[in-house]
């Protein structure tokens, strides 16, 4: 069982800042692609940005120059820098990991439960 933990979600201005961070813990023998997803209300959930092991990353054209993802390899951990928030930024944001168990395991996803970005003033 690999489990997938956010932080960081809350309310926050229109053009201010947030900084989201999951945490993946269990048996992992290593994690490809971790990523950012959001669902609002009503809607399907979408891509904001994932990020790979080597840290190549790719972001939804929405959030393009506002939002930032990074990760840390030793700590299973990934972020997401939130800048210039617009309140159609609110939604849940939710972590995901494309993992293997062990060495020659096929690859896996995990999905986090969610946190809550409301951005309004």
């Known amino acids: 069982q690999v489990r997938l933990v956010e932080s960081g979600g809350g309310l926050a201005q229109p053009g201010g800042s947030l900084r989201l961070s999951c945490v993946a813990s269990?048996?992992?023998?290593?994690?490809?692609?971790m990523g950012w997803y959001r669902q609002a209300p009503g809607k399907q959930r979408e891509l904001v940005a994932r990020?790979?092991?080597?840290?190549?990353?790719n972001y939804a054209d929405s959030v393009k120059d506002r939002f930032t993802i990074s990760r840390d390899n030793a700590k299973n951990t990934v972020y997401l820098q939130m800048n210039s928030l617009k309140p159609e930024d609110t939604a849940v944001y939710y972590c995901?990991?494309?993992?293997?168990?062990?060495?020659?395991?096929?690859?896996?996803?995990?999905w986090g439960q969610g946190t809550q970005v409301t951005v309004s003033s």
């Open positions: 990020i790979d092991s080597g840290g190549i990353a």
């Open positions: 269990g048996s992992i023998a290593g994690i490809n692609t």
């Open positions: 995901r990991a494309d993992f293997r168990r062990y060495n020659g395991d096929y690859l896996r996803t995990s």
